[in-house]
């Protein structure tokens, strides 16, 4: 078992408490979709606004 394969599949068993029974019947996408990041929210001008408009800083005295 290649480096690349082995780390995979200490990452689903151990992480992701997959069996390695389970591992081996995945598909590609399905393994991509486990693993790979989330994509980053963004935080729009508009949606920056509502929030200081609805959580303003406190003035300190």
């Known amino acids: 078992m290649s ?3 082995a780390d995979a599949l200490r990452l689903a068993t151990l992480r992701l408490a ?6 081996w ?3 590609l996408p399905e393994w ?6 989330p994509a980053a ?3 729009t001008r508009g949606a920056l ?3 200081l408009t609805r959580f ?3 003035e300190t005295r």
């Open 3 to 5: 480096p690349r394969w």
């Open 18 to 23: 997959i069996a390695p029974e389970a591992f």
């Open 25 to 27: 019947r995945l598909s």
């Open 32 to 37: 991509r979709a486990l693993t790979e990041a």
């Open 41 to 43: 929210l963004v935080l």
């Open 49 to 51: 606004d509502a929030l």
């Open 56 to 58: 303003p800083d406190e």
